[in-house]
């Protein structure tokens, strides 16, 4: 490991907002303030060995910045931005206003237009469903 600051890394520990940033900074702390190794340390943060040096590894490449956990999830495999689906929705709150009240069929239809590929029916609802977009009519 090299040259770290232990007073750091325990100002870190006080601060970690989440259960997994603190365990994040234990890897780092336990190895350099005890000497354990990455199996004990393992067994005491709950991570597997190899997540343990990989963490290890990251904090000697990177930093402090290494420390925080990474952002999970988002949209991999949009066909669309958001802003692009905002427009797209837009136009269909624009033609409901005007009366025309357009089939879930229709919409898929100038969905696949705009993404140039077919899509399912499911990525449209989900899409409106997103966007907060629902049909609206008067009870009977």
Same mark, same amino acid.
């Given at each position: 490991?090299?040259?770290?600051?232990?007073?750091?890394?325990?100002?870190?520990?006080?601060?970690?907002?989440?259960? #997994?940033?603190?365990?994040?900074?234990?890897?780092?702390?336990?190895?350099?303030?005890?000497?354990? #190794?990455?199996?004990?340390?393992?067994?005491?943060?709950?991570? &597997? +060995?190899?997540?343990?040096?990989?963490?290890?590894?990251?904090?000697?490449?990177?930093?402090?910045?290494?420390? #925080?956990?990474?952002?999970?999830?988002?949209?991999? &495999?949009?066909?669309?931005?958001?802003?692009?689906?905002?427009?797209?929705?837009?136009?269909?709150?624009?033609?409901?206003?005007?009366?025309?009240? +357009?089939?879930?069929?229709?919409?898929?239809?100038?969905?696949?237009?705009?993404?140039?590929? +077919?899509?399912?029916?499911?990525?449209?609802?989900?899409?409106?469903?997103? &966007?907060?977009?629902?049909?609206?009519?008067?009870? +009977?």
């Amino acid at each position: 490991m090299p040259e770290l600051n232990l007073d750091e890394l325990k100002q870190w520990l006080e601060q970690a907002e989440t259960p #997994s940033e603190f365990r994040r900074v234990q890897c780092v702390y336990l190895r350099e303030q005890y000497g354990y #190794s990455s199996q004990k340390i393992a067994e005491m943060t709950s991570y &597997h +060995p190899a997540t343990v040096r990989r963490i290890q590894s990251e904090y000697r490449k990177y930093g402090m910045a290494a420390l #925080s956990p990474k952002p999970k999830g988002g949209r991999y &495999h949009q066909n669309l931005s958001f802003e692009d689906e905002q427009v797209f929705v837009a136009k269909l709150g624009i033609e409901a206003e005007d009366g025309q009240l +357009p089939d879930i069929s229709e919409i898929q239809l100038a969905y696949e237009e705009k993404v140039g590929r +077919p899509v399912g029916k499911s990525t449209v609802y989900a899409l409106l469903r997103r &966007h907060h977009w629902r049909k609206v009519v008067a009870r +009977p």
